[in-house]
């Protein structure tokens, strides 16, 4: 129950109560604007009456509107964690993930030479397959 409406209320009050009662008329004035922001912000929560009026217009009025504002929101808001997160990861692992390596640092001269020798193995396998040995199936037959 420590955060319950009620517990939330009286201490919203305690601390309206603890602005001084200035003797000086600028504190007088500055102590009613205090007391005038707080209540503004403790009605709609910090959020402009108009805007909050606007936004129940287009989405708070029905429950589709709502429903799709509460999908559009989960969107918006898993894209963005998502790329914060990927950011991070990417920062943290610079150079360590496939993207991120210098992939220049590993090429050898050599690779094309080994290359050419496979072609080369390859094909002398391929033109031993093709000019086998027919004797065998004149046995077979006889």
Not at 67 to 92: H, K, P, R, Y
Request: charged share 30%.
């Amino acid at each position: 129950m420590l955060f319950s409406s009620i517990a939330l209320r009286n201490a919203s009050r305690v601390g309206l109560r603890r602005f001084p009662t200035g003797h000086v008329a600028a504190n007088a004035s500055a102590n009613t604007t205090a007391i005038q922001l707080r209540s503004k912000a403790s009605v709609s929560g910090g959020i402009p009456s108009p805007v909050l009026a606007q936004w129940y217009k287009i989405f708070g009025h029905s429950g589709i509107g709502y429903a799709t504002w509460l999908v559009a929101g989960i969107l918006v808001a898993e894209s963005m964690t998502g790329a914060a997160s990927d950011f991070v990861w990417n920062s943290v692992n610079e150079g360590r993930t496939y993207e991120t390596v210098d992939w220049t640092k590993f090429k050898t001269d050599d690779d094309d030479d080994d290359d050419d020798e496979d072609d080369e193995d390859d094909d002398e396998e391929d033109e031993e397959e093709e000019g086998g040995d027919d004797d065998d199936d004149d046995d077979d037959c006889a």
